[in-house]
Nanobody, 123 residues
Framework: VQLVESGGGLVQAGGSLRLSCAASGRAVSAYVMGWFRQAPGKEREFVAAFSWSDGVLKSVDSVKGRFTVSRDNAKNTMYLQMNSLKPEDTAVYYC?????????????????WGKGTLVTVSS
């Protein structure tokens, strides 16, 4: 499975961005997908987990009401719509795919990772 993120960039606080994760490879729809982010000097953080069939499985509290995960099954593409962005959302955002779900640690179940796309939110 190959994952390619796009859509990152520089935006002012309060603005919006939409990230895309294009997935290719065999049986992509069988995988659980995830969005993660890593801010400078910090550990990687879970953002949201997503199933092609069931939609959003979980999202972190800090993004609820602001970030929305959606998909285009025909294009094997997952999106992360980010609204009301804050400077603390600044990070490299990664999408990932995995065949297992660990509800206490979604990263543990991810087998494939994209290279990431940088989101910078200025104050």
């Amino acid at each position: 499975v190959q994952l390619v993120e796009s859509g990152g960039g520089l935006v002012q606080a309060g603005g919006s961005l939409r990230l895309s994760c294009a997935a290719s490879g065999r049986a992509v729809s069988a995988y659980v997908m995830g969005w993660f982010r890593q801010a400078p000097g910090k550990e990687r953080e879970f953002v949201a987990a997503f199933s092609w069939s069931d939609g959003v499985l979980k999202s972190v509290d800090s993004v609820k009401g602001r970030f929305t995960v959606s998909r285009d099954n025909a294009k094997n593409t997952m999106y992360l719509q980010m609204n009301s962005l804050k400077p603390e959302d600044t990070a490299v955002y990664y999408c990932a795919a995995g065949s297992r779900i660990y509800y206490s640690n979604y990263a543990r179940g991810m087998d494939y990772w994209g290279k990431g796309t940088l989101v910078t939110v200025s104050s």
